[in-house]
């Protein structure tokens, strides 16, 4: 069965926006769901903490399989995790659409996103802000979708980390150079000051946790996020 990031290759052009559920209010997931839902959320972001790899724990596949009871959204789940690998299966039955690893991880090899594939879902590989980006260099063939950490993992409502940029700007070079197809995700930070940027520098995902559902108007704010973005497409690269 082909997901839908496969269904969007070649490189489209529509922005998705993908609001991430951390920084929602747990106490009432459903409507906050259905919140971002009705805003023109794209994916939902799963944020995925084991108190190991980043010093914070999250959630796991129980609450996944809740979120997708809730929604027809597509899952992104972002796995912030040591070993993934014992993981993997429970993810994909609770409702997971994507699974990302990150390159950093004990345990993380190609082997890993091979299984992903197995298992039917999309795969992605994160790296952090100080990792270089040969660190992506045993993956490229074996990934759907590159994940650009723009904070340190672990936390929402971070400042975003500039020289992200640039590493976005050097993937999407490489993607297009090659006909690549990957789609580029950047996490952490994101909002309406920084997404017109990260879009133009060839990020094809926005996450966006605290400036969605911390604003006072989430509707509101992933419209103006989205229209920021989709403007760096027709306005000249600054
Ligand atoms: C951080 C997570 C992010 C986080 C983003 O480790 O990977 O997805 O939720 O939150 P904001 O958008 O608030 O930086
Ligand atoms: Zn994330």
Redesign the pocket.
């Known amino acids: 069965m082909e997901s839908q990031a496969s269904k969007q290759r070649p490189r489209q052009h529509k922005t998705l926006i993908a609001p991430?559920l951390?920084?929602a209010n747990f106490l009432c997931l459903k409507e906050e769901i259905a919140k971002v839902e009705a805003a023109g959320a794209d994916w939902l972001?799963l944020?995925v903490m084991d108190g190991h790899f980043?010093p914070n724990i999250s959630y796991g596949p129980m609450i996944v399989g809740f979120v997708r009871q809730a929604t027809d959204l597509y899952l992104d789940a972002?796995l912030?995790v040591e070993y993934p690998e014992n993981l993997l299966d429970a993810f994909v039955r609770a409702g997971a659409d994507n699974i990302t690893v990150h390159a950093e991880a004990e345990g993380v090899s190609a082997n890993t996103l091979k299984t992903i594939r197995n298992l039917g879902v999309d795969a992605g590989i994160s790296i952090n802000p100080e990792t270089p980006l040969d660190a992506l260099d045993p993956y490229w063939d074996l990934v759907d979708l590159i994940l650009v950490?723009s904070?340190h993992?672990?936390?929402?409502?971070?400042s975003f980390i500039e020289d992200s940029l640039e590493k976005v700007n050097r993937i999407s070079e490489r993607i297009q150079r090659d006909k690549l197809p990957i789609l580029i995700e950047i996490?952490?930070?994101?909002g309406i000051d920084n997404a017109a940027r990260v879009r133009s520098a060839g990020a094809d995902v926005l996450?966006?946790?605290?400036?969605i559902f911390r604003a006072a108007d989430s509707s509101a704010a992933l419209s103006e996020i989205r229209n920021a973005a989709d403007s760096s497409l027709t306005s000249p690269k600054k």
């Open positions: 991430s951390l920084s972001h944020d980043v972002h912030m950490m904070v993992p672990g936390f929402g409502g971070q996490d952490g930070g994101i996450v966006a946790g605290s400036s």
